[in-house]
C-alpha cells in the first residue's frame, strides 16, 4: 500500500515538474500607458513579472517601474541585456527603468540569474 502512495505522489511530482517547466502559462500582457512624450507602465515582480510581456510605442520614451514584493533574492536585480540595463531591485520600493524606444523589435528582460523572463516589444 505504501509503495502506491510513493508510486503515485512520484508521478504527480513529475507531472507538475513538466508543468512549471513545459506548460503554457498564461501570460500577463501589459500596454504602457501614453502621455504627451512619455509613456509609462508599472510591472509587479512577484514570483515572476506581471505583466510579463509589455508592449511599448516607437519613439516614445518609455519608463518602466518594477516593484518587487517577493522576498526571494531570485528576482532582486533586473536586467535587459539589449539595452545594458542591470538594476537592483530592493523589496517594496519602486525601481524606474528608462527604455530607448527608437528601434522597434522584440526584446527581453530578465532576472539576475536568468530565470524568470519578461518580454518587451517595441512597435
Ligand atoms: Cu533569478
Redesign the pocket.
Known sequence: MSQLIVLVVGILAILFIIWWFFGKHQVATGVAEVASNEQTIAINVSGGYSPEEVTLKKGIPAVLTFTRQDPSS??DHIVFPDFGINKALPKNEPVTVKIDTTKPGEYTWA???D??HGKLTIK
Do not use: T
Open positions: 531570485c528576482l532576472c539576475g540569474m530565470m524568470f
